[in-house]
């Protein structure tokens, strides 16, 4: 190729990306179609005629052509949190209240954004280049769409201008235009293909094709709302900069988004969003409020699954009739039984709707739900369908008050309640095949024992042919008890035997978790594991030393004690120890000579040698407390390269600061010290 050709090539490329940000981010189409057409096919032809220019970036690679064998696990540096909701006015006066308090300040600045109803996406650009794609999974882990992604005409694949950072990972919300929704469910209706109930299902479907061309031939858009990684000295110092920051760069961004001063603001942000959605041409389920400032922002720091700095103030849900046609119980992995209602299906705000959970035995008493009534169907938070009210004018003549069941459905064992006579149980324990299989999959999640390939079809199989009666009968499968099973080889039986094996070098925090001990969540069972250092320790206290732990209460602790209590319980957790399930030592014991030893400890930067989430996890297990937020009580700052405003606070705080080699160095120390004892 000549070098007039190459610079045809990158001229035709800019042009092309220039034309299709005017036509879909600017929605300000500069020429007719043909006129691009005419251009794409130009640059085309020359691609194919030199192959070694072909680029990733380049407007005629944004379709793959091969179909994916399947999507790679991603990890975020930078998890993707979930957000606090509120339902009333109340609640967003509550968050401000909050927010002003930790801040002390009279009035905080908030962006007002819609909350979009689709699918949250990161995407990372390196060097201006769309690099990699990913779903939002659970948080911490997604699904890698990169080739889908590029299949998005709103979605840049090289960025525009040249200020941009090197490393840039922007988050946003893939979504379904209503337009495009019909349209699609049209056509696929038309072939005798699948219909979507609604566009955040049609989204969701169509991102996560395998075969990229399908994804590229759905009407996806996305809008971006906010950053993840950055390595860059240079940082927008308020939320709503960045945004105006990002348009510069190509990215879409909402036009309803708006600066807006305390909580009346947003509550008239909210009354205007509320009006507008039906002409916005998307699905909307309510307007997020952010704190503007970032700096006020890490101020604030997270929970541990959402920012306390942001709520969603969700619309309020939509309402329908319909009629009970009977009510089931179902029995969960702690033996709880929930009672729920089966419905005349109904569509409510855009779902199919034929089931309805009622809480409790109280529930049903306060509603007096009957088979055969007309009842008031309510998605509470646009999500979970709820039961509001019973139509008494409407009730048959000879319906009956409804009897609660005194034996479980599934195994027969007589139901108990619990001291207050909320919460009904199923006695059964691990006799009872509900409870088994809820334990097992639980067990086997990623969260838990992370057993790939354990899922929930493998698991009702096992149970139901008798192979599995509990979590440590896993430990002896064997292949050919596996090949047993519908669609399973030899390969796959093999596969998921070293998937269980490998599950047996874990952790005491994953281990307490997977056992499901009521009321023990993940968060919990990072702080007894902290606390007790040994799975002894902690079954050998009593109610009262439990309760020593930060954040764990009396009903916590009480739980804690009945399930070790339980002869069968502690039978399964030998037999687990047995089948050769360990973990290190979680956390130094008193009296050993740690740096990191009762430490309010803030990882910044990147690490080069560790993700964050390892070195989180190697603070904790030498008794550290790992937080996101800089502030006077924090003890030490952990600093990888291109760490940014968190940096700079420890340094105004005097805090202790340390860099990747040291933090490893003492680490190495600390490991060296346990070995010689």
């Known amino acids: 190729m000549t070098i007039k050709e190459r610079s045809i090539v990158d001229k035709l490329r800019v042009l092309l990306e220039h034309y299709s940000h005017c036509y879909y981010v600017l929605a300000h189409p ?7 057409d005419r251009l794409y096919r130009k640059l085309q032809l020359l691609e194919l005629e030199n192959p070694d220019l072909i680029s990733t970036d380049s407007p005629t690679q944004r379709v793959g052509a091969k179909p994916l064998a399947g999507f790679t696990e991603v990890r975020h540096t930078v998890p993707m949190l979930s957000l606090s ?4 006015e109340n609640d967003v006066f509550e968050f401000d209240r909050r927010c002003r308090q930790l801040l002390d300040l009279d009035v905080v600045q908030y962006v007002s954004e819609p909350k979009l109803d689709g699918l949250a996406v990161t995407l990372i650009y390196e060097n201006g280049r769309l690099t990699r794609a990913a779903t939002r999974g659970d948080g911490f882990r997604g699904e890698g769409v990169t080739q889908n992604v ?4 709103s979605v840049p694949l090289r960025l525009r201008g040249n200020d941009w950072p090197k490393f840039l990972e922007v988050r946003g919300e893939v979504y379904m235009p209503l337009e495009g929704f019909i349209r699609m469910n049209d056509r696929q209706r038309i072939n005798g293909e699948k219909l979507y109930m609604n566009p955040r299902n049609a989204a969701a479907g169509s991102l996560r094709q395998l075969d990229p061309r399908i994804s590229a031939s759905r009407p996806l858009e996305i809008f ?26 190509g990215f879409r961004i909402n036009s309803e988004t708006r600066v807006v001063s305390g909580p009346d603001a947003c509550l008239e942000s909210f009354r205007v969003l509320s009006e507008s959605r039906m002409r916005l041409g998307y699905d909307i389920d309510g307007v997020v409020y952010k704190v503007n400032k970032y700096n006020e922002q890490q101020l604030l720091g997270n929970l541990s699954r959402a920012p306390r700095w942001a709520v969603a103030h969700k619309f309020p849900a939509q309402e329908e009739l319909t009629q009970v046609l009977g009510i089931d119980v179902q029995v969960g992995r702690t033996g709880a039984i929930t009672p729920v209602a089966r ?14 959970t009622l809480h409790n035995r109280d529930e049903i008493a306060r509603l007096d739900v009957r088979i055969g009534d007309t009842v008031v169907i309510r998605r509470a938070g646009d999500v979970i369908p709820e039961i509001v009210s019973i139509l008494t004018s409407k009730r048959p003549r000879k319906s009956s008050p409804y009897r609660f069941p005194q034996r479980c459905p599934v195994c027969d064992s007589e139901i108990i309640s619990d001291d207050q006579g909320v919460i009904l149980r199923c006695s059964g324990g691990l006799v009872c095949t509900a409870q088994v299989k809820q334990a097992i999959k639980h067990f086997s999640s990623r969260r838990a024992m992370d057993i790939e390939g354990m899922g929930s079809k493998i698991v009702d199989q096992l149970v139901d042919i008798g192979f599995v009666q509990n979590v440590a009968d896993l430990f002896s499968l064997g292949v050919d008890e596996l090949e047993q099973l519908e669609r399973f080889g030899k390969k796959s039986a093999e596969k ?11 952790t005491l925090p994953r281990f307490l978790f997977s056992l499901g001990i009521p009321h023990v969540g993940e968060v919990t069972a990072r702080l007894l594991a902290n606390h007790f250092h040994s799975l002894e320790s902690l079954m050998r206290s009593d109610q009262e030393n439990i309760e020593q732990v930060a954040d764990v209460g009396p009903a916590v602790a009480e739980s804690i004690i009945k399930f070790f209590s339980q002869d069968h319980n502690m039978q399964v957790v030998a037999e687990l120890q047995k089948a050769g399930i360990k973990w290190p030592i979680e956390a130094v014991q008193a009296g050993d000579e740690s740096s990191f030893v009762g430490k309010v400890v803030v990882l910044t930067g990147t690490l080069a040698s560790m993700t964050r989430e390892e070195a989180r996890d190697i603070l904790i297990k030498y008794g550290a407390k790992v937080t996101t937020t800089v502030s006077k009580v924090t003890d030490v700052v952990i600093a990888g390269s291109q760490a940014g405003v968190k940096l700079k606070k420890a340094d105004e705080f005097g805090i202790e600061i340390l860099y990747e080699d040291e ?3 003492l680490i190495e120390e600390a490991v060296l010290s346990l070995d010689e004892r």
Do not use: M
């Open 224 to 249: 971006f709302y906010g950053i993840g990684e950055v390595r860059t000295d240079r940082i927008s110092p308020t939320h709503f900069e960045t945004l105006e920051l990002f348009a510069t760069w």
């Open 496 to 506: 998921l035997i070293r998937a269980i094996d490998g599950s047996c070098q874990t």
């Open 30 to 36: 500069e020429v007719p179609d043909a006129e691009y």
């Open 343 to 356: 419905l005349a299906p109904i569509v409510v705000g855009g779902v199919s709707v034929s089931n309805a």
């Open 85 to 88: 909701n509120a339902f009333s």
């Open 663 to 665: 933090f490893r160095k």
């Open 150 to 153: 590029r299949g998005i005409r």
